[in-house]
């Protein structure tokens, strides 16, 4: 139900084109959209009812703003400019570059052929995209070898080692006509729009006359070369009898998902295939136009000279904005490939949700089977905790969180025991607990579904006597339980701590197992920092006039006790540490480093 604040906006809205901003309770924009008609599209937000995506967008909308166009192709371009400037979380985003790798001419004097990711308005030529770097890095040395036009970095006076290669026309050492560069310039297009007749025709004569001359090594070079010619430029199917650069875009829709694909014609044949996966809160023609003008929006795309879209996509706007053609195929190859493209879209949606429900079972569906193993209701988070020490020393504890059946890294904690010296397990579980849920308790925090203890009766028994004892909280506490081998068994819980066991080969035990193995290998790696920081200060702390301010200093200076011991006396002196401390951390430290290496020997 809209808030009397929303519903008495709604009845200002125009019936005119335009955006609209929604907003969270932050005043936060969390999605932007377009429409013909403001007052119909913002309405039908508020007075309808939504599933997925959609209804977490309405129930999070606290309030929201319009903005009236003159025309529709306005609010278009109004659009994507405010889903780049405040990057709504509920729009459909597009990262700013693609990485796709362009072959560049440079627009130069003198110019180069390169690879490149990053598209600029700088009247260079540019060709692509490839489908990898490796794929337009073959083509540029191709074209290297048969093209050439300048390798290297200018005049320098004497001819470049590819000058003498056959791959540079030689501004290293004269200057080379701007009509030569020119003629390379053409035929290099020619080639990569698809025309190889004329290449192949002059490599097959150079390389019988090269045979016929014996000089065989430069024959299997150009035999090299018309073959990368067949492996590659011909070896795809021709798509069309022109040679027109297109790019193609088609979608699928289901539960909330958009599927999308967009295929890359070039030289006639498919260069290149890009899909993308959206779960998306508007119709599928706004949210499909949304992507293209975003696709196109950003530097590192490359404007075809024609795209083709399937039907109900509103191709006179989107071709206005662009300034090319954008097309509707409504027969032959081009619809053929658009069906393919929708095929394709919906095979990826369809396995996409394949591993949703196996995602699922895997998490929120393990959630479920170790809430009903437990007898208890459904829940969402469980906090675990795990003990690590060397003989009683360094005692420290670590918390994992797990929500939905997932680890959550950002809610891990880290505990140093600072009450207790010695390894008591139920002091330590004490320690932590308390300061854990005092915590939540002193800052409202929302309390975990189930605490997970990793070990026995001893423990659960400590954390049950501080949760309601001294804190009143009543929160289920499970202890995992290992076996003889070490490796996850069964879950105590209960007034009597019964043992409940998990069937082996299902998602909840294989949950237990991933957060017990969690808990303990980020216990362990704190223990291990702690252990190491200790160990470093307490060899400084031995050293007679060594206290906690010099111990810092040299630490912060030094990083670690070898490269004090590497360091001279004098490099300690500068710290303002007195010359004899300074010589007598020298001599300790050496001293020790020599009873190390000699114990390491024995």
């Given amino acids: 139900m809209a808030s009397e604040h929303i519903e008495h906006k709604l009845t200002l809205l125009p019936p005119l084109p335009g955006c609209y901003l929604m907003k969270d309770i932050n005043s936060q924009i969390i999605y932007v959209g377009k429409a013909k008609n403001l007052r119909n599209r913002v309405r039908s937000y508020f007075k309808s009812s939504h599933e997925g995506k959609t209804a977490r967008l309405v129930s999070e909308i606290a309030d929201f703003e319009t903005i009236v166009t003159s025309t529709n192709k306005e609010s278009f371009l109004l659009e994507i400019t405010l889903i780049q400037k405040h990057q709504p979380y509920y729009n459909i985003k597009l990262k700013k570059g693609t990485g796709y790798p362009y072959i560049k001419i440079t627009n130069e004097r003198d110019p180069q052929i390169v690879i490149t990711g990053d598209i600029k308005k700088d009247g260079a030529y540019y060709f692509g995209p490839y489908p990898n770097v490796y794929a337009a890095e073959e ?4 074209i290297q070898k048969v093209f050439p036009l300048r390798r290297c970095n200018g005049f320098q006076g004497r001819p470049c080692l590819y000058y003498h290669m056959g791959q540079c026309l030689g501004a290293c050492f004269q200057e080379v006509p701007e009509e030569k560069y020119q003629h390379q310039i053409t035929r290099i297009k020619s080639f990569l729009n698809g025309n190889t007749g004329t290449i192949k025709k002059r490599l097959t004569d150079e390389m019988q006359q090269a045979a016929t001359d014996m000089q065989y090594e430069r024959a299997a070079e150009l035999r090299d070369q018309l073959h990368y010619i067949e492996v590659t430029v011909e070896k795809q199917k021709i798509i069309f009898n022109d040679k027109t650069p297109r790019d193609l875009f088609n979608f699928y829709m289901d539960k909330g998902w958009l599927s999308i694909q967009v295929f890359f014609i070039r030289q006639a044949r498919l260069m290149k295939r890009e899909k993308r996966l959206f779960p998306v809160v508007d119709d599928a023609t706004e949210e499909m136009t949304s992507f293209i003008m975003q696709f196109y929006n950003r530097k590192n795309n490359v404007l075809p000279r024609e795209i083709l879209v399937p039907a109900g996509l509103p191709t006179q706007e989107i071709s206005e904005i662009l300034g090319i053609p954008v097309r509707t195929p409504q027969r032959g190859e081009k619809k053929n490939l658009l069906a393919m493209a929708e095929k394709n879209a919906r095979l990826v949606l369809e396995e996409k949700f394949r591993l949703l429900e196996l995602d699922e079972r895997k998490t929120t569906g393990a959630m479920k089977e170790l809430t009903d193993a437990l007898g208890l209701p459904a829940g969402r988070k469980i906090e675990a905790f795990d003990h690590s020490h060397i003989q009683g020393a ?49 800052e409202h925090k929302e309390m975990p579904d189930m605490i997970f203890m990793d070990g026995g009766v001893i423990q659960m028994n400590a954390v049950k006597e501080v949760l309601e004892d001294e804190l009143g909280l009543t929160i289920p506490v499970v202890g995992m339980v290992k076996n003889d081998h070490h490796k996850t068994a069964d879950l105590l819980f209960g007034p009597d701590d019964a043992h409940i066991n998990l069937d082996p080969k299902s998602q909840g035990f294989y949950l237990v197992q991933r957060i017990q193995d969690e808990v303990h290998r980020f216990a362990i790696t704190f223990h291990r920092q702690v252990h190491t920081k200790h160990s470093l200060s307490s060899r400084l702390d031995e050293i007679a006039g060594v206290g906690p301010k010099t111990r810092n200093k040299l630490l912060k200076e030094f ?44």
């Fill in 139 to 142: 083509t540029l040395h191709f």
């Fill in 394 to 442: 360094d005692l420290v504890s670590a918390m994992v969180v797990f929500v939905d059946g997932q680890p959550n890294k950002k809610l891990y904690r880290k505990y140093k025991l600072t009450t207790v010296d010695h390894a008591d397990e139920t002091a330590s579980t004490q320690e932590v607990i308390r300061r854990r849920y005092t915590r939540l308790l002193k």
């Fill in 559 to 602: 990083g670690s006790i070898t490269k004090i011991a590497q360091a001279s006396v004098d490099d300690i002196h500068e710290l303002g540490i007195a010359k004899p401390t300074a010589q007598l951390i020298k001599v300790s430290l050496q001293k020790n480093a020599e009873v190390a290496k000699g114990s390491s020997h024995d």
